[in-house]
């Protein structure tokens, strides 16, 4: 099972950004791929980005695509999501947990994916 603790979440204005961060206990993140997964309040958990282990590919949905880009420091067991260009509809609270990428725009989460807390972002004026 892969688990993580997410952090970075917050209150923005349209137009601004958040950087999200998602870190694995112990080697909880070794050779899985990690994705960023969100639920807007009334609506399915979606997976939005997933990352390979290496780092070198990452897949996004069309939604968030050129606005958000996902990266992951190794060595601190860290996955982050840099969050540009917020809109209301990115309000959701933001997951991370591994994943797979199994079409263009389709990332779901693996079979050893763990939820935790997750994190808030809300975007309002």
């Known amino acids: 099972q892969v688990q993580a603790v997410e952090s970075g979440g917050g209150f923005v204005e349209p137009g601004g950004s958040l950087r999200l961060s998602c870190t694995g206990s112990g080697a909880a993140f070794d050779g899985y791929a990690i994705g960023w997964f969100r639920q807007a309040a009334g609506r399915e958990r979606e997976g939005i980005s997933c990352i390979t282990w290496s780092g070198d590919t990452a897949w996004y949905v069309d939604s968030v695509k050129g606005r958000f880009t996902t990266s992951r420091d190794k060595a601190a067991n860290t996955v982050y999501l840099q969050m540009n260009s917020l809109k209301s509809e990115d309000t959701a609270m933001y997951y991370c947990?591994?994943?797979?990428?199994?079409?263009?725009?389709?990332?779901?989460?693996?079979?050893?994916?763990?939820w935790g807390q997750g994190t808030q972002v809300t975007v309002s004026s």
């Open positions: 947990a591994a994943c797979v990428s199994v079409a263009p725009g389709v990332i779901l989460p693996s079979s050893v994916a763990q």
